[in-house]
């Protein structure tokens, strides 16, 4: 059974920092790519940002380039995102996702990835 499970989301301030997990297991993680992505209640999904299986290429949404840093783990079957420079519109639940597809196009879009976390809250203040 394959669980893709998220921490280290909370409360910060604006201009603040925090660090995402994806721990998985079930899965043969180093062959994946796994993706980030953030909702809002009654908003549409949004991409947050991916990472090819070797970690080799990552991708961003356009708000999260330069703020957000996406790196992987292979021995350690997990996943992270870094968000520093934190604002108040990052506020959502950020979920991990993970496909076997590695094209770009395809990376930017939640119908492609096959696996999903439960999410993480994230909420910054202002």
């Known amino acids: 059974q394959v669980q893709l499970v998220e921490s280290g989301g909370g409360l910060v301030q604006a201009g603040g920092s925090l660090r995402l997990s994806c721990a998985a297991s079930?899965?043969?993680?180093?062959?994946?790519?796994m993706g980030w992505f953030r909702q809002v209640p009654g908003k549409e999904r949004e991409f947050v940002g991916a990472i090819t299986w070797g970690g080799s290429t990552t991708y961003y949404g356009d708000s999260m380039k330069g703020r957000f840093t996406i790196s992987r783990d292979n021995a350690k079957n997990t996943v992270y995102l870094q968000m520093n420079s934190l604002k108040p519109e990052d506020t959502a639940i950020y979920y991990c996702?993970?496909?076997?597809?590695?094209?770009?196009?395809?990376?930017?879009?939640?119908?492609?990835?096959?696996?999903w976390g439960q999410g993480t809250q994230v909420t910054v203040s202002s």
């Open positions: 079930g899965l043969s993680f180093s062959t994946y790519s």
């Open positions: 996702a993970a496909t076997s597809i590695s094209f770009y196009r395809s990376l930017l879009s939640g119908k492609n990835y096959k696996y």
